[in-house]
């Protein structure tokens, strides 16, 4: 976690969906609207994150990787990228839904 973020508690965060290797820290920054989390990406593969739903009581996120459509020759590093996203209004109280997403582009 970055220096001044506030980690969002572990029973605040939905990571049933995540595969059990995956990262599933989750943070905020500044007043609360900034939301981060660590992603991973490996060989080829970007990672991005996508905020898919923002409730009342919940908020839910993707964490996508893409990798190329195209075959190529690609290292085989995992790297675990810390990303954010922007929420219209302060995280406050709800709850974090995490997912994962392969894309190909």
Same mark, same amino acid.
């Not at 900034?34 to 991973?40: I, N």
């Not at 990672?47 to 009342?56: H, K, L």
């Not at 302060?90 to 894309?103: I, K």
């Given at each position: ?6 980690e969002v ?15 599933? @820290? *989750?943070? $905020? =920054?500044? +007043?609360g609207? %900034? /939301?981060? /989390?660590?992603?991973? =990406?490996a060989?080829?593969?970007k ?5 898919? =739903?923002?409730?009342?009581q919940? *908020?839910k *996120?993707?964490?996508?990787? %893409? @990798?190329?459509? +195209?075959?190529? #020759?690609? %290292? ?6 810390? /990303? @954010?996203?922007? /929420?219209?209004a302060?995280?406050? =109280?709800?709850? *974090? #839904?995490? $997912? %994962?997403?392969?894309?190909q582009?």
């Open positions: 976690m970055p220096p001044g973020a506030k508690p572990e029973a605040k965060v939905d990571a049933a969906a995540v595969p059990e290797d995956r990262p599933r @820290t *989750v943070w $905020t =920054e500044g +007043d609207s %900034t /939301l981060g /989390l660590v992603a991973q =990406e060989g080829c593969g990672a991005s994150v996508e905020i898919a =739903e923002q409730g009342p919940v *908020v *996120v993707v964490m996508v990787e %893409t @990798t190329p459509k +195209d075959a190529q #020759v690609c %290292t085989m590093d995992i790297r675990y990228p810390p /990303l @954010t996203a922007k /929420l219209d302060p995280l406050g =109280e709800r709850a *974090v #839904v995490l $997912t %994962t997403r392969q894309d582009k």
